[in-house]
């Protein structure tokens, strides 16, 4: 994607270094702008997966006052895109990480999960699919 630095949020809160970025690109919603402005160069960027009424407000409000902007990018769904992705797994050059398996039954518990945002890869839920006709 061409990044000059990747930081693993598990090891390091970049947002208590004196490094600052043209563009922090938070892909799980673990950040916040308001959090990562003082990370952020002027003319900076933050820009996240994950909207969220503060975002929207922030990106309104950033739009008309200030050199540091918040942006938000929503996945595009081109059958194209799908197809490259699909070759990628079929070919093994992307791997997806399974952090737990929940049963249907058990989603309440997986949410959970989730929500206390510890997980280190996807939580999947299963379906169990009877052919009883």
Not at 15 to 38: H, L, M, N, P, Q
Not at 69 to 92: H, V, Y
Not at 103 to 114: D, F
Request: proline share 2%; hydrophobic share 35%; glycine share 4%.
């Amino acid at each position: 994607m061409g990044a000059d630095k990747v930081i693993d949020y598990t090891k390091e809160d970049f947002s208590k270094s004196d490094e600052a970025y043209d563009i922090i690109f938070d892909t799980v919603g673990k950040s916040s702008f308001s959090r990562c402005k003082c990370s952020l160069k002027q003319r900076g960027i933050y820009l996240t997966t994950v909207p969220t009424l503060a975002l929207i407000l922030q990106m309104l409000w950033t739009s008309k006052i200030g050199s540091k902007k918040t942006m938000f990018s929503a996945p595009i769904d081109r059958t194209e895109d799908l197809i490259f992705i699909k070759e990628l797994i079929e070919t093994g050059k992307i791997k997806s990480v399974i952090d737990r398996r929940y049963p249907l039954e058990q989603i309440v518990e997986a949410h959970r999960y989730v929500d206390k945002r510890h997980k280190r890869g996807n939580v999947v839920i299963t379906v169990e699919h009877n052919n009883k006709t």
